[in-house]
């Protein structure tokens, strides 16, 4: 394809300006105006054909194959992606030169090596670059681009990282292995075991061995010639620097949660806990396995069950071998009774009195659920560490440095929540040449980006009403790139600022949703861009304000590129509960507004904080097929981001906490108003559905106000929120034995009485992340309040994400069934 900014993209997303960004708090003022946009096709479509449920839910394959983990060549004039075989779950990869003109050519098995890594690393003056692959390390000469194999045997290596000596240093399990690339001497680091530290020979207790070693002169030798023996080993491993470090015991029953090596290899920072215990009746039994019989399969434990277990941060000295454990004490608001609100009211309800105290709470690592980085950080000097901790409540996230001198924790920075800390926005890191942390932070009601030195106040480098994300920060500290929505809540597009502050540059304006990869000479972009009509595709621009985008893959089949689909159109729905906009995809027939009145489905899209009402494509592809046959069918439909979804900022965010279900099902409302008001529909013709948190919602939409919908679709959905997982649920509603009010309000189980319009359930047994119990004890609850209007369907085979083709057929036959009878 020719070098071209594919301006029809750009020139059809002008109208963008008319919508300024949402309502934020403290410092991100805003307003908007409910202008409607869309996209058009890039396509030429054949409007004779018409979609059918049977290709719609054939395997995806027919769509096309779209490029995978695309990364760079170490010399930035290649690209490489992966892209599914045909008919097979097998990935092949691909290399891609800028200059070429197509798709790129396979790399053969034997070559495969020499893809290198997106998560590839470099020494300090980027001469040397170093990846693993399929379990070995291999190291590149940048200037020659010569790759040398460093290992090659049946362990796994992983995690190389260049030490300031010039050595690489990598992992297998909880060993640190440092290779010289001069020599080829490998020497073991650091090693961490969870046992109790080993012990020199000792009596044993007792009268009659006492007696033994005072009467029997040969029992006493030997235990002589054992202590001698344990002394003389320890003595050798302290005097003799040519015998192997000693290992770190941390403790018997414990497990290691995080740990990360100083560049000048001189300490160690390690997080551990005490291990778990798997309960033996967390199963799932899977009635369909290849050898006939029941398998009782084991799964995570509900939040009901799980009590996290707080973590201690060690500093370990690998010039004597010393370990430390760091205080939390520092830290603000470590012992605040976070939750006391929350206890009290529970307490109330119950008859009794809550009584605040302070109280140490429970803190470990932070895990953003989006990030490869880690929580623990150092600076490339190896003078400097930070960590990132989260408060195990869910309310606190700090970021704090670590005085080695003196084994202490340093706070730099702490971002509370009344709700619940973010799991995503939580990047940070050093900048390279100086003292100063950069981070995200929520603090001001969106996603920006901070700059702080370690002895001074932070700087703010974004702001508006707006999500920064991904940022990548350049080696010379010239510049940080990032991800945002500046210009609407569903464009995304790359930017760059200095690290020092000033005007934010847009580097892209394609016009739809841009992730981006920066090359590894720092002046080029991979970009994987897509919109509602256009599934991801590889670009590369240079990494330079209003550079053109040339685009690198065509992966499509030809019989996608021929369909007649509607791209939906991005409105914002008003809110009669706030001053924000619900922002919507809504999908209308050409001729809308003619004739009768219409039907009209909504659809509720899982996962509860995910964006679906943006401009990219949708991971829900075949949710858009389904919404593109109805509307060739008169139907209207409607795709609501209701509150607690991703991309508008943390008041929506956590609009739902402590009570799920409640906002989401105004915000439903608001959009069956619109519909009824602006797109010529029949308020007693509307359905709705949705899977996981979309199936949750249908329950909470047909038993709370039963009068809005005529029908309903759950799938895969969450009945009791108790019986979910931990990481997930205790952000929102906290956990059932400190908040058991947050639950009742916020589980349909409680609420099936008010089931009075036709509602289809379709449930996968094997489903590992909503499990199948929560459809059963739904059930039994609907048949003991002897409610006639439901059916269920049960889907063998299938997990939360299901797998055949016949499945899904099956699925959305009955939801298509269930509203061309009610609607």
Same mark, same amino acid.
């Given at each position: 394809?020719?070098?071209?900014?594919?301006?029809?993209?750009?020139?059809?997303?002008?109208?963008?300006?008319?919508?300024?960004?949402?309502?934020?708090?403290?410092?991100?003022?805003?307003?908007? /105006?409910?202008?409607?946009? =869309?996209?058009?096709? *890039? @396509?030429? !479509? %054949?409007? #004779?054909?018409?979609?059918?449920?049977?290709?719609?839910?054939?395997?995806?394959?027919?769509?096309?194959?779209?490029?995978?983990?695309?990364?760079?060549?170490?010399?930035?004039?290649?690209?490489?992606?992966?892209?599914?075989?045909?008919?097979?779950?097998?990935?092949?990869?691909?290399?891609?030169?800028?200059?070429?003109?197509?798709?790129?050519?396979?790399?053969?098995?034997?070559? /495969?090596?020499?893809?290198? =890594?997106?998560?590839? *690393? @470099?020494? !300090? %003056?980027? #001469?040397?670059?170093?990846?693993?692959?399929?379990?070995?390390?291999?190291?590149?000469?940048?200037?020659?681009?010569?790759?040398?194999?460093?290992?090659?045997?049946?362990?796994?290596?992983?995690?190389?990282?260049?030490?300031?000596?010039?050595?690489?240093?990598?992992?297998?399990?909880?060993?640190?292995?440092?290779?010289?690339?001069?020599?080829?001497?490998?020497?073991?680091?650091?090693?961490?075991?969870?046992?109790?530290?080993?012990?020199?020979?000792?009596?044993?207790?007792?009268?009659?061995?006492?007696?033994?070693?005072?009467?029997?002169?040969?029992?006493?030798?030997?235990?002589?010639?054992?202590?001698?023996?344990?002394?003389?080993?320890?003595?050798?491993?302290?005097?003799?620097?040519?015998?192997?470090?000693?290992?770190?015991?941390?403790?018997?029953?414990?497990?290691?949660?995080?740990?990360?090596?100083?560049?000048?290899?001189?300490?160690?920072?390690?997080?551990?806990?005490?291990?778990?215990?798997?309960?033996?009746?967390?199963?799932?039994?899977?009635?369909?396995?290849?050898?006939?019989?029941?398998?009782?399969?084991?799964?995570?434990?509900?939040?009901?069950?799980?009590?996290?277990?707080?973590?201690?941060?060690?500093?370990?000295?690998?010039?004597?071998?010393?370990?430390?454990?760091?205080?939390?004490?520092?830290?603000?608001?470590?012992?605040?009774?976070?939750?006391?609100?929350?206890?009290?009211?529970?307490?109330?309800?119950?008859?009794?009195?809550?009584?605040?105290?302070?109280?140490?709470?429970?803190?470990?690592?932070?895990?953003?659920?989006?990030?490869?980085?880690?929580?623990?950080?150092?600076?490339?000097?190896?003078?400097?560490?930070?960590?990132?901790?989260?408060?195990?409540?869910?309310?606190?996230?700090?970021?704090?440095?670590?005085?080695?001198?003196?084994?202490?924790?340093?706070?730099?920075?702490?971002?509370?929540?009344?709700?619940?800390?973010?799991?995503?926005?939580?990047?940070?890191?050093?900048?390279?040449?100086?003292?100063?942390?950069?981070?995200?932070?929520?603090?001001?009601?969106?996603?920006?980006?901070?700059?702080?030195?370690?002895?001074?106040?932070?700087?703010?480098?974004?702001?508006?009403?707006?999500?920064?994300?991904?940022?990548?920060?350049?080696?010379?500290?010239?510049?940080?790139?990032?991800?945002?929505?500046?210009?609407?809540?569903?464009?995304?597009?790359?930017?760059?600022?200095?690290?020092?502050?000033?005007?934010?540059?847009?580097?892209?304006?394609?016009?739809?949703?841009?992730?981006?990869?920066?090359?590894?000479?720092?002046?080029?972009?991979?970009?994987?861009?897509?919109?509602?009509?256009?599934?991801?595709?590889?670009?590369?621009?240079?990494?330079?304000?209003?550079?053109?985008?040339?685009?690198?893959?065509?992966?499509?089949?030809?019989?996608?590129?021929?369909?007649?689909?509607?791209?939906?159109?991005?409105?914002?729905?008003?809110?009669?509960?706030?001053?924000?906009?619900?922002?919507?995809?809504?999908?209308?027939?050409?001729?809308?507004?003619?004739?009768?009145?219409?039907?009209?489905?909504?659809?509720?899209?899982?996962?509860?904080?995910?964006?679906?009402?943006?401009?990219?494509?949708?991971?829900?592809?075949?949710?858009?097929?389904?919404?593109?046959?109805?509307?060739?069918?008169?139907?209207?439909?409607?795709?609501?981001?209701?509150?607690?979804?991703?991309?508008?900022?943390?008041?929506?965010?956590?609009?739902?906490?402590?009570?799920?279900?409640?906002?989401?099902?105004?915000?439903?409302?608001?959009?069956?108003?619109?519909?009824?008001?602006?797109?010529?529909?029949?308020?007693?013709?509307?359905?709705?559905?949705?899977?996981?948190?979309?199936?949750?919602?249908?329950?909470?939409?047909?038993?709370?106000?039963?009068?809005?919908?005529?029908?309903?679709?759950?799938?895969?959905?969450?009945?009791?929120?108790?019986?979910?997982?931990?990481?997930?649920?205790?952000?929102?509603?906290?956990?059932?034995?400190?908040?058991?009010?947050?639950?009742?309000?916020?589980?349909?189980?409680?609420?099936?009485?008010?089931?009075?319009?036709?509602?289809?359930?379709?449930?996968?047994?094997?489903?590992?992340?909503?499990?199948?119990?929560?459809?059963?004890?739904?059930?039994?609850?609907?048949?003991?309040?002897?409610?006639?209007?439901?059916?269920?369907?049960?889907?063998?085979?299938?997990?939360?994400?299901?797998?055949?083709?016949?499945?899904?057929?099956?699925?959305?036959?009955?939801?298509?069934?269930?509203?061309?009878?009610?609607?």
């Amino acid at each position: 394809m020719p070098n071209i900014r594919y301006s029809v993209l750009a020139v059809a997303l002008c109208s963008l300006a008319l919508i300024s960004p949402l309502q934020a708090k403290k410092s991100e003022p805003q307003s908007y /105006q409910t202008t409607t946009i =869309s996209v058009p096709s *890039v @396509y030429t !479509a %054949d409007p #004779s054909i018409k979609l059918t449920l049977e290709q719609i839910m054939a395997d995806p394959d027919w769509l096309g194959r779209e490029p995978e983990s695309a990364h760079w060549n170490y010399d930035s004039q290649q690209v490489y992606y992966q892209r599914k075989q045909q008919g097979s779950e097998l990935r092949d990869w691909f290399a891609r030169p800028l200059a070429a003109n197509d798709n790129g050519s396979a790399v053969t098995l034997a070559q /495969q090596h020499q893809a290198g =890594s997106a998560n590839a *690393v @470099y020494n !300090a %003056d980027r #001469s040397l670059q170093a990846y693993a692959f399929e379990g070995d390390i291999y190291v590149r000469d940048m200037a020659s681009g010569k790759l040398t194999q460093l290992t090659r045997d049946n362990a796994t290596q992983y995690a190389p990282e260049f030490l300031l000596d010039g050595r690489l240093t990598y992992r297998e399990g909880w060993n640190w292995y440092a290779e010289n690339l001069t020599s080829g001497q490998r020497i073991e680091l650091v090693s961490l075991k969870t046992e109790d530290q080993p012990k020199g020979p000792t009596k044993p207790k007792g009268y009659l061995a006492q007696e033994q070693h005072k009467l029997i002169e040969f029992v006493a030798l030997q235990q002589k010639n054992a202590e001698q023996r344990f002394a003389a080993k320890q003595q050798l491993q302290q005097q003799n620097s040519n015998i192997a470090a000693a290992a770190f015991y941390l403790g018997k029953g414990m497990q290691v949660v995080g740990a990360s090596l100083s560049p000048k290899a001189d300490y160690m920072l390690v997080s551990v806990r005490k291990a778990g215990k798997r309960n033996e009746k967390d199963i799932m039994p899977n009635y369909i396995t290849s050898n006939g019989d029941i398998a009782a399969e084991a799964v995570r434990a509900r939040v009901n069950d799980v009590t996290p277990e707080p973590q201690r941060i060690m500093l370990l000295s690998l010039l004597d071998g010393s370990s430390t454990e760091l205080s939390y004490t520092s830290l603000p608001g470590y012992n605040e009774d976070v939750l006391a609100e929350v206890k009290a009211e529970n307490a109330k309800a119950k008859g009794e009195k809550y009584k605040s105290e302070k109280v140490i709470r429970d803190i470990g690592l932070m895990d953003d659920w989006y990030w490869s980085q880690g929580a623990i950080r150092w600076h490339a000097s190896g003078q400097q560490v930070a960590l990132m901790l989260k408060a195990l409540d869910n309310k606190d996230r700090w970021i704090a440095t670590v005085d080695i001198k003196n084994k202490t924790l340093v706070p730099q920075h702490r971002l509370h929540d009344t709700a619940w800390v973010n799991y995503s926005f939580n990047d940070f890191g050093w900048l390279n040449n100086s003292d100063s942390l950069y981070y995200l932070s929520e603090e001001s009601g969106y996603s920006h980006l901070y700059v702080k030195p370690l002895k001074g106040k932070a700087k703010k480098l974004t702001q508006g009403t707006f999500e920064v994300s991904e940022p990548i920060l350049t080696s010379n500290d010239a510049y940080i790139y990032f991800k945002a929505n500046k210009t609407h809540p569903g464009n995304y597009e790359v930017y760059r600022v200095a690290s020092t502050g000033g005007d934010v540059e847009q580097l892209t304006n394609l016009g739809g949703s841009t992730s981006f990869t920066l090359s590894p000479d720092e002046q080029k972009l991979l970009l994987q861009f897509s919109t509602n009509l256009l599934p991801p595709e590889l670009y590369v621009a240079d990494a330079t304000p209003n550079a053109a985008a040339k685009r690198l893959t065509d992966t499509m089949s030809e019989q996608f590129k021929k369909l007649p689909l509607v791209a939906p159109q991005v409105v914002a729905v008003p809110s009669s509960h706030g001053k924000q906009p619900v922002f919507s995809k809504v999908y209308l027939p050409a001729d809308y507004k003619a004739g009768d009145k219409r039907r009209a489905v909504v659809f509720n899209h899982g996962a509860g904080y995910l964006q679906n009402s943006d401009l990219g494509w949708s991971g829900y592809f075949r949710e858009f097929l389904f919404h593109n046959l109805l509307v060739q069918q008169g139907y209207v439909v409607l795709d609501m981001d209701y509150r607690a979804s991703a991309g508008y900022g943390r008041d929506w965010r956590t609009a739902i906490y402590r009570r799920m279900g409640t906002p989401e099902i105004e915000d439903l409302a608001d959009g069956v108003n619109w519909l009824v008001d602006n797109a010529n529909v029949d308020r007693k013709r509307i359905g709705t559905y949705g899977g996981s948190y979309g199936g949750f919602m249908t329950f909470m939409a047909l038993f709370t106000q039963p009068d809005l919908f005529q029908a309903g679709a759950a799938l895969r959905p969450v009945s009791d929120w108790a019986y979910y997982n931990h990481g997930y649920t205790s952000n929102i509603l906290n956990s059932p034995a400190i908040d058991p009010i947050a639950y009742e309000r916020s589980s349909p189980i409680y609420f099936s009485q008010g089931l009075k319009k036709p509602l289809l359930i379709n449930a996968p047994m094997v489903d590992n992340n909503v499990f199948f119990q929560d459809v059963v004890r739904l059930v039994q609850r609907l048949i003991e309040q002897e409610n006639n209007n439901f059916e269920t369907a049960i889907y063998p085979v299938e997990a939360h994400g299901f797998r055949q083709p016949s499945s899904w057929l099956d699925e959305y036959r009955r939801i298509y069934k269930l509203f061309e009878q009610n609607l």
